[in-house]
């Protein structure tokens, strides 16, 4: 299936490595030119470097996500480089548990305002491209913990977050064309990774996560980047405002 992104552009935060990175790759596999950001300038220049071998053009620079003044200049930037920008990805996150002070304020400011920002920087230039070919997309990566709890949890609770945001996005971009929606992963493995770690340093944990998982496995980056792909292309021009939980079965709720 033509997924019809080539040539769109597509800007993509936290995605220098994992599940960003994997995301970025398979915009360019589609075609797509693509602008990358994250905090290390030597992953942000190699991960650059292997999209441009893809043949499209591509962009990318170090920015840190709580930093609002360089955020928006990035955005600013990466539209400038690609010449507008069709999609947007809001893949970065602060990546911390608990229920202390100091991870409410991490989260808030990356996962939560980070996602803010990026919007409010990039809307009039979605709004330009949906009304040029009548669809751009606006993308979070959410996760299940939104849905499911054992504890308080500052980063379940802020993923959550995320998935009204989407809904008051989408509601009110709909008659402009600019779609929003949330894909929710469940366990991603990959090597560097979260659960890569876990595995190292709590090996029964993992299999006992394992065991979950009525597929007996975890979900790779690429699993979840053809998700988002598809989901922000216009080939899912008509969905708007959904949380897609990609999770292999492991959450335990239905959506009706």
């Not at 990035?74 to 400038?80: D, G, K, L, N, P």
């Not at 991870?103 to 919007?119: I, K, M, N, P, Y």
């Not at 913990?145 to 998935?163: D, R």
């Not at 992963?185 to 299999?207: I, Y």
């Amino acid at each position: 299936m033509d997924l019809q992104l080539k040539g769109k552009a597509v800007i993509v935060t936290g995605a220098s490595r994992g599940i960003g990175r994997a995301i970025a790759e398979a915009f360019a596999d589609e075609g797509a030119d693509v602008a990358i950001c994250a905090r290390n300038p030597e992953q942000v220049a190699e991960a650059v470097t292997a999209l441009l071998a893809k043949g499209v053009r591509a962009w990318g620079r170090a920015v840190d996500i709580a930093d609002g003044a360089a955020l928006k200049a990035f955005v600013e930037a990466a539209a400038a480089a690609l010449g507008g920008v069709d999609v947007v990805v809001c893949n970065a996150s602060a990546m911390v548990q608990g229920n202390g002070e100091a991870a409410w304020r991490s989260l808030f400011e990356v996962d939560t305002l980070g996602a803010v920002r990026t919007f409010e920087a990039a809307r009039p230039h979605l709004e330009t491209a949906a009304g040029a070919c009548g669809d751009a997309a606006f993308l979070l990566i959410g996760s299940t913990a939104a849905a499911e709890t054992e504890a308080p949890s500052a980063y379940g609770a802020l993923k959550a977050a995320l998935v009204h945001f989407a809904k008051g996005i989408a509601r009110e971009g709909a008659a402009k064309g600019v779609r929003c929606n949330v894909v929710s992963p469940g366990t991603v493995f990959f090597e560097g990774g979260v659960w890569a770690q876990v595995r190292s340093d709590h090996p029964a944990l993992f299999e006992q996560t394992l065991k979950r998982n009525p597929t007996g496995r975890m979900a790779t980056a690429e699993e979840i980047a053809a998700a988002t792909v598809f989901l922000a292309s216009p080939r899912s021009a008509f969905t708007t405002g959904v949380n897609l939980v990609v999770d292999g079965a492991l959450t335990r709720r239905v959506n009706f």
